[in-house]
């Protein structure tokens, strides 16, 4: 696809395994009254497999907190941490299968949540729908960088087995 041309549902609607590699290289576009459209080349993300997965927020099960990640694939499911940072995650899969990409880089910026603090995201972008978003979307790039793969990071608490799983994806 061109630029311009946003991510079809059916893109999100697979499994994250696939879906949070792919978004590597594409762009978050961003759109606000104050600094109007800006796209972000996503530069790194990780993946969050359901229930099974203990990294995951969905493996303690459905929560008012999780209720997004249950939602079908291109909602976004938003979280706060720390008391200070937003988390942005796009669900993936099938309505009830509980998946999602968390975005840790996009633009030159590391870290999500600096990454959210930079673009503006907040709790009031909780199940939004990236299909007909009018203020934020992803958008396929024709350029796709080198991925690598490696651990995830900050997820002690789900054991050896969770936290070395490769399932964080960046650029070179």
């Known amino acids: 696809m061109k630029r311009g041309n946003r991510v079809p549902r059916e893109f999100f609607m697979r499994d994250v395994l696939e879906v949070a590699p792919e978004l590597i290289g594409s762009y978050l576009v961003v759109r606000s009254e104050r600094e109007g459209i800006r796209r972000f080349i996503i530069t790194e993300t990780e993946a969050y497999r359901g ?3 203990m990294a995951c927020h969905a493996s ?8 997004a990640m249950y939602m079908e694939g291109g909602r976004l499911y938003v979280y706060f941490v720390y008391g200070m940072y937003w988390m942005l995650n796009i669900v993936t899969a099938q309505e009830d299968n509980p998946q999602a990409v968390l975005i840790r880089g996009a633009g030159g910026i ?12 907040d709790r009031s ?12 979307w992803v958008e396929n790039r024709e350029l796709k ?14 054991g050896e087995y969770w936290r070395s799983k490769p399932w964080r994806y960046y650029t070179g």
């Not at 590391?110 to 995201?121: D, F, Q, S």
């Not at 793969?149 to 997820?155: A, K, S, T, V």
């Open 110 to 121: 590391n870290g999500p949540g600096r990454l959210t603090r930079a673009i503006g995201i």
């Open 60 to 67: 303690r099960g459905r929560t008012g907190r999780t209720d």
């Open 51 to 53: 229930m099974e997965d």
């Open 125 to 136: 972008f909780y199940g939004e729908d990236l299909c007909v978003s009018e203020r934020i």
């Open 145 to 158: 960088p080198e991925i690598k793969c490696g651990p995830r990071i900050g997820i002690d608490y789900a």
